[in-house]
Nanobody, 114 residues
Framework: QVQLVESGGGLVQPGGSLRLSCVAS????????MGWYRQAPGKQRELVAT???????NYVDSVKGRFTISRDNAKNTVYLDMNSLKPEDTAVYYC????????WGQGTQVTVSS
Protein backbone atom coordinates (compact mmCIF):
# COMPACT_ATOMS: atom_id res chain seq x y z
CA GLN A 1 0.00 0.00 0.00
CA VAL A 2 1.40 3.34 -1.08
CA GLN A 3 1.25 6.20 1.40
CA LEU A 4 2.48 9.76 1.21
CA VAL A 5 2.18 11.66 4.49
CA GLU A 6 2.78 15.39 4.58
CA SER A 7 3.53 17.41 7.69
CA GLY A 8 4.85 20.80 8.72
CA GLY A 9 2.03 23.09 7.68
CA GLY A 10 0.58 25.76 9.92
CA LEU A 11 -0.07 29.44 10.45
CA VAL A 12 2.83 31.81 9.83
CA GLN A 13 3.17 35.57 9.53
CA PRO A 14 4.17 37.18 6.23
CA GLY A 15 7.92 36.99 5.82
CA GLY A 16 8.12 33.85 7.91
CA SER A 17 9.32 30.36 7.10
CA LEU A 18 8.04 26.81 7.18
CA ARG A 19 9.44 23.42 6.30
CA LEU A 20 7.11 20.84 4.81
CA SER A 21 8.00 17.15 4.85
CA CYS A 22 6.51 14.23 2.94
CA VAL A 23 7.35 10.66 3.93
CA ALA A 24 6.63 7.97 1.36
CA SER A 25 6.08 4.27 1.92
CA UNK A 26 5.19 1.40 -0.39
CA UNK A 27 7.24 2.68 -3.34
CA UNK A 28 10.87 2.53 -4.42
CA UNK A 29 11.27 6.18 -3.51
CA UNK A 30 14.60 6.81 -5.21
CA UNK A 31 13.11 6.05 -8.65
CA UNK A 32 10.24 8.51 -8.40
CA UNK A 33 9.95 12.12 -9.46
CA MET A 34 8.75 13.89 -6.33
CA GLY A 35 6.83 17.12 -6.35
CA TRP A 36 4.97 19.65 -4.28
CA TYR A 37 1.71 21.14 -5.50
CA ARG A 38 -0.71 23.56 -3.89
CA GLN A 39 -4.35 24.46 -4.12
CA ALA A 40 -5.77 27.73 -2.86
CA PRO A 41 -9.50 28.16 -2.20
CA GLY A 42 -11.41 28.54 -5.46
CA LYS A 43 -8.33 27.86 -7.58
CA GLN A 44 -6.93 24.90 -9.46
CA ARG A 45 -4.11 22.82 -8.05
CA GLU A 46 -0.78 24.12 -9.31
CA LEU A 47 2.76 22.84 -9.46
CA VAL A 48 5.13 24.39 -6.93
CA ALA A 49 8.33 22.42 -7.37
CA THR A 50 9.64 19.06 -8.57
CA UNK A 51 12.78 17.05 -7.99
CA UNK A 52 13.52 14.00 -10.16
CA UNK A 53 15.75 11.16 -9.08
CA UNK A 54 18.81 12.93 -10.49
CA UNK A 55 18.37 15.71 -7.94
CA UNK A 56 17.70 18.48 -10.42
CA UNK A 57 14.97 20.92 -9.42
CA ASN A 58 12.20 22.87 -11.08
CA TYR A 59 10.09 25.70 -9.60
CA VAL A 60 7.10 27.75 -10.57
CA ASP A 61 8.20 31.34 -11.14
CA SER A 62 6.25 32.71 -8.18
CA VAL A 63 8.36 30.77 -5.64
CA LYS A 64 11.82 30.94 -7.25
CA GLY A 65 14.37 32.27 -4.81
CA ARG A 66 12.07 31.69 -1.83
CA PHE A 67 11.31 27.96 -1.82
CA THR A 68 13.74 25.03 -1.96
CA ILE A 69 12.80 21.43 -2.69
CA SER A 70 15.10 18.63 -1.59
CA ARG A 71 14.97 14.89 -1.05
CA ASP A 72 16.59 12.31 1.21
CA ASN A 73 16.33 8.93 -0.48
CA ALA A 74 17.61 7.16 2.63
CA LYS A 75 14.63 8.51 4.58
CA ASN A 76 12.08 8.26 1.74
CA THR A 77 11.37 11.92 2.36
CA VAL A 78 10.96 15.04 0.24
CA TYR A 79 11.10 18.50 1.78
CA LEU A 80 9.92 21.95 0.84
CA ASP A 81 11.67 24.81 2.63
CA MET A 82 9.57 27.93 2.30
CA ASN A 83 11.02 31.34 3.15
CA SER A 84 9.77 34.91 2.79
CA LEU A 85 6.23 33.61 2.80
CA LYS A 86 3.49 35.79 1.37
CA PRO A 87 -0.28 35.74 1.93
CA GLU A 88 -0.68 34.47 -1.64
CA ASP A 89 1.23 31.32 -0.63
CA THR A 90 -1.76 30.32 1.49
CA ALA A 91 -3.02 26.95 0.23
CA VAL A 92 -3.22 23.26 0.91
CA TYR A 93 0.13 21.79 -0.09
CA TYR A 94 0.23 18.30 -1.57
CA CYS A 95 3.07 15.87 -2.11
CA UNK A 96 3.13 13.84 -5.33
CA UNK A 97 5.16 10.81 -6.39
CA UNK A 98 5.28 10.14 -10.13
CA UNK A 99 6.67 7.25 -12.11
CA UNK A 100 4.33 5.09 -14.20
CA UNK A 101 1.44 6.54 -12.23
CA UNK A 102 0.95 9.29 -9.71
CA UNK A 103 0.40 9.01 -5.99
CA TRP A 104 -0.77 11.90 -3.83
CA GLY A 105 -0.69 12.73 -0.16
CA GLN A 106 -3.61 14.07 1.82
CA GLY A 107 -2.29 17.62 1.97
CA THR A 108 -1.19 20.01 4.70
CA GLN A 109 -2.60 23.50 5.21
CA VAL A 110 -0.31 26.51 5.02
CA THR A 111 -1.79 29.83 6.06
CA VAL A 112 0.21 33.05 5.76
CA SER A 113 -1.49 35.84 7.66
CA SER A 114 -0.79 38.53 10.20
Amino acid sequence: QVQLVESGGGLVQPGGSLRLSCVASGIKFSMYVMGWYRQAPGKQRELVATIPNDGSTNYVDSVKGRFTISRDNAKNTVYLDMNSLKPEDTAVYYCKAQLLRAYWGQGTQVTVSS
